[in-house]
């Protein structure tokens, strides 16, 4: 492990922070016991120590994301942080639920965005249709800025 990363964990830990908890893309969603599991799956809990897909995303796709984890609708007493080498050490303590329009619902943490922008992370295709569509729960549907269909 580099310095710097060791560092900044040592930081996090003065910090109470934790380092993001990783679930595959696509698996049911255990982390928050609000909801049934079963119709809810992860996206986006990443791990530095675990592989990710890469690809473009679109502005749009970008925008519409930023807005959802501007409001999460779960919100957890402590935050996690990007342990993926990042200067600025993002954190985040919450999570989104997106709906889509074949009825499973998608969990991804606040962090999401950040690894869309500065990881290249590409979500699940399914995700990134839900987040399109825009049926979410986080916000009211006309404050969502669309994709054009």
């Known amino acids: 492990m580099p310095r710097r990363v060791g560092e900044h964990l040592s930081f996090i830990h003065k910090l109470g922070g934790l380092i993001l908890t990783h679930f595959a893309d696509l698996t049911p969603h255990t982390y928050s016991h609000v909801s049934d ?66 009825g499973i619902w998608y969990s991804a943490p606040t962090l999401v965005h950040h690894y869309v922008v500065c990881h290249n992370y590409r979500p699940p295709d399914a995700f990134v249709s839900a987040v399109r569509n825009g049926i979410a729960v986080t916000v009211e549907p006309e404050r969502i800025p669309f994709w054009p269909h």
């Open 37 to 102: 599991t079963d119709a809810v799956q992860n996206v986006g809990w990443l791990s530095g120590s675990e592989p990710f897909e890469t690809g473009a995303t679109s502005d749009a796709f970008r925008d519409v994301l930023a807005t959802l984890v501007a409001r999460p609708v779960i919100l957890h007493r402590g935050f996690h942080t990007c342990d993926l080498g990042c200067d600025d050490l993002p954190f985040g303590n919450g999570q989104i639920r997106v709906l889509g329009p074949d």
